[in-house]
């Protein structure tokens, strides 16, 4: 069966302090691996995708890596702007578009 | 580029009444269209995938004749929530991928449902 896990659940972070949030996957034919921001109350704001393994993309102190069974939304020196709950998922081989999510990391930086 | 609205952003209705939720994509057509619920502290769940012009398709556990979707065009999907009663009540939030290759989908910026 077809699912992501992420982790920690929670992750609280000194304003400078880097970390890295996880995301496991277990699925037939990835087509795409999805990171998202969701700040409470909004929809979720796109950050990045991945295709293969290797793969990886930066947005200012984010960096989002990709390995064959996981893969890694890396903070560096993360601002309490920062804090949010990051969402990541994945679309599976078939043709439907839907994402599979995970259960999210919320993120919180203290001055 | 790639905007998704939503509206309303909040409604309060009464139980057995009936609410609609528009989605549009704004700068793009979208293909395929998504909705989701959202309870406090968990993670998306997807009702429905809807086609333009075409039946949407339930998640299981989704009842079709509660949760009625239209996708008559290329940049709007309704949702309708009929006879709503309170345990209804959620974040719903609308997401459309449009006729790129990268398979991304763009989310809107939700609705708050409260049924009283």
């Known amino acids: 069966e077809d699912q992501v896990t992420q982790s920690p659940e929670a992750l609280r972070l000194q304003e400078g302090e880097s970390s890295s949030l996880n995301c496991s996957y277990t699925v037939s034919g990835l087509r795409g691996l999805f990171w998202y921001r969701q700040d409470p109350g909004k929809g979720p704001e796109f950050l990045f995708t991945?295709?293969?393994a290797g793969e990886e993309k930066e947005k200012e102190r984010l960096k989002a890596t990709l390995t064959k069974k996981e893969s890694f939304l890396h903070i560096t020196a993360p601002k309490p702007e920062d804090s949010a709950t990051y969402l990541c998922a994945f679309q599976g081989s078939g043709n439907t578009g839907k994402l599979i999510f995970g259960q999210g990391t919320t993120l919180q930086v203290k001055p | 580029g790639a905007v998704v609205s939503q509206h309303p952003s909040w409604v309060i209705c009464k139980s057995g009444t009936s609410v609609k939720i528009e989605c549009r994509s704004l700068?793009?057509?979208?293909?395929?269209m998504f909705w989701y619920r959202q309870f406090p502290k968990q993670s998306l769940m997807l009702m429905a995938t809807s086609n333009e012009g075409s039946k949407a398709t339930y998640e299981q556990g989704v009842e079709k004749d509660k949760f009625l979707i239209n996708h008559a065009s290329l940049t709007l999907s309704t949702l309708t929530v009929t006879s709503a009663h309170p345990e209804d009540s959620s974040f719903y939030i609308c997401?459309?991928?449009?006729?790129?290759?990268?398979?991304?989908?763009?989310f809107g910026p939700g609705t708050r449902l409260t049924v009283t």
């Open positions: 991945l295709y293969s």
């Open positions: 700068d793009f057509q979208a293909t395929t």
């Open positions: 997401s459309a991928r449009g006729p790129f290759d990268n398979y991304e989908q763009y």
